[in-house]
T-cell receptor, first 114, second 115 residues
Framework: RKEVEQDPGPFNVPEGATVAFNCTYSNSASQSFFWYRQDCRKEPKLLMSVYSSGNEDGRFTAQLNRASQYISLLIRDSKLSDSATYLCVVSANAGGTSYGKLTFGQGTILTVHP | ETGVTQSPTHLIKTRGQQVTLRCSSQSGHNTVSWYQQALGQGPQFIFQYYREEENGRGNFPPRFSGLQFPNYSSELNVNALELDDSALYLC??????????????FGSGTQLSVL
């Protein structure tokens, strides 16, 4: 079983749609959780951290359920520029150098069309 | 731009050869992590260097080795290249000391093709 599992998609949605991505992780000792975005042939970039209470950043909402070991990302009012691969990421530790040791899911491909 | 630079951007090698990839970390960062990303997969953690010492290693064989220099730049060396080593190699820098937020900044990667 992979440590971090995501539905690879692809998800094809029209502009303005709401889309949700799900992710599960197997290491119950995981402490830090993130969503990264990766454009084609580019480096991953941090989209947002995910906190236990859930958090929102504009059109993006992230949720974490530690009991179910489940992470989600909701994108509202999709834009063409949201087209990318979304990577679910966990870390077994929090703080210091541990942020560099990340476990990535395989990524979910999103295409937003006009 | 993140301030993390990697060289070269592309590289073609043949099976059995050795390769060295380079990474300059962002100013003020003392930690460098290396990742391998195969096509269609997420990045996989290779190892991390903190203040010139290896500080954690993923599930990669010893033919993957690295260095970090006093200026915190880093090298990834791969010996006895195999076809499956073909991938995008990403370097990420961060500040690993107390008070840092640990945010990771990735370079744009080196695309390695092994023929």
């Amino acid at each position: 079983r992979k440590e971090v599992e995501q539905d690879p998609g692809p998800f094809n949605v029209p502009e303005g749609a709401t889309v949700a991505f799900n992710c599960t992780y197997s290491n119950s000792a995981s402490q830090s959780f993130f969503w990264y975005r990766q454009d084609c042939r580019k480096e991953p970039k941090l989209l947002m951290s995910v906190y236990s209470s859930g958090n929102e950043d504009g059109r993006f909402t992230a949720q974490l359920n530690r009991a179910s070991q489940y992470i989600s990302l909701l994108i509202r009012d999709s834009k063409l520029s949201d087209s990318a691969t979304y990577l679910c990421v966990v870390s077994a530790n929090a703080g210091g150098t541990s942020y560099g040791k990340l476990t990535f899911g395989q990524g979910t491909i999103l295409t937003v069309h006009p | 731009e993140t301030g993390v630079t990697q060289s070269p951007t592309h590289l073609i090698k043949t099976r059995g050869q050795q390769v060295t990839l380079r990474c300059s970390s962002q100013s003020g960062h003392n930690t460098v992590s290396w990742y391998q990303q195969a096509l269609g997969q997420g990045p996989q953690f290779i190892f991390q260097y903190y203040r010139e010492e290896e500080n954690g290693r993923g599930n990669f064989p010893p033919r993957f080795s690295g260095l970090q220099f006093p200026n915190y730049s880093s090298e990834l060396n791969v010996n006895a290249l195999e076809l499956d080593d073909s991938a995008l190699y990403l370097c990420a820098s961060s500040y690993g000391g107390t008070g840092g937020d640990g945010k990771l900044f990735f370079g744009s990667g080196t695309q390695l093709s092994v023929l």
